[in-house]
């Protein structure tokens, strides 16, 4: 059965690290992209970033863009995401999702088909 | 970057009804679009993807259509667990963006 566990999220303060990890299984992880979404509360959803499955391409939101890192370790069947000099407006739920297509097209990303439950980042003072 | 703008953000609707939802991209994306359903307290749930394609196990009376810039989302004999919120998503090029969604409630 295909699994997406995200961790690392909790309360930080503005300016800080956190670094988020989400841990997969059942499935061949290095056949496939992965991507980060978040979800602020109320609001709808915003895609992060996302990484091929050899990392060879790597695509992030204006609004991480410089801050955010996304990264994988297929060894590991872990995707991670490393967040420097977090904003009030970072807060939100961080989904894992796995991309829906194989090794698509070389190295290119497309949309997901399978996602975590997420993991809560509060960023607060 | 692609804006996508969805419409309506609300709709109110009955079961058995038909709604349809639209979606338009800033610039043309060619079919790559998806369409997630989310319910409250879940993560998103692929229904649609490249515009017109039912992901498996997603039941036909939810369709999707559209290329370029205008796309729709049809579902037809609105059932009680249709009642969600739900979003197009563009992977026409980074970065990777989402309608703002649109809640359909039941009327």
């Known amino acids: 059965e295909l699994n997406l566990v995200e961790s690392g999220g909790g309360l930080v303060q503005p300016g800080r690290s956190l670094r988020l990890s989400c841990a997969a299984s059942?499935?061949?992880?290095?056949?496939?992209?992965m991507h980060w979404v978040r979800q602020a509360p109320g609001k709808g959803l915003e895609w992060v970033s996302g990484?091929?499955?050899?990392?060879?391409?790597?695509g992030h939101a204006d609004s991480v863009k410089g801050r955010f890192t996304i990264s994988r370790d297929n060894a590991k069947n872990s995707l991670y995401l490393q967040m420097d000099s977090l904003r009030p407006e970072d807060t939100a739920l961080y989904y894992c999702?796995?991309?829906?297509?194989?090794?698509?097209?070389?190295?290119?990303?497309?949309?997901?088909?399978?996602w975590g439950r997420g993991t809560t980042v509060t960023v607060s003072s | 970057d692609i804006q996508m703008t969805q419409s309506p953000s609300s709709l109110s609707a009955s079961v058995g009804d038909r709604v349809t939802i639209t979606c338009q991209a800033s610039?043309?994306?060619?079919?790559?679009l998806n369409w997630y359903q989310q319910k409250p307290g879940r993560a998103p749930d692929l229904l649609i993807f490249?515009?017109?394609n039912l992901e498996t196990g997603v039941p036909p009376r939810f369709s999707g259509s559209g290329s370029g810039t205008d796309f729709s989302l049809s579902i037809n004999s609105l059932q009680p667990e249709d009642f969600a919120t739900y979003y197009c998503?563009?992977?026409?090029?980074?970065?990777?963006?989402f309608g703002q969604g649109t809640k359909l409630e039941i009327k």
């Open positions: 999702a796995k991309d829906m297509r194989v090794r698509w097209l070389g190295s290119l990303l497309s949309g997901m088909d399978a």
């Open positions: 059942g499935f061949r992880f290095d056949d496939y992209a």
């Open positions: 990484i091929s499955w050899n990392s060879a391409n790597v």
């Open positions: 610039q043309d994306i060619s079919k790559y």
């Open positions: 490249d515009a017109s």
């Open positions: 998503q563009q992977y026409g090029n980074f970065p990777y963006t």
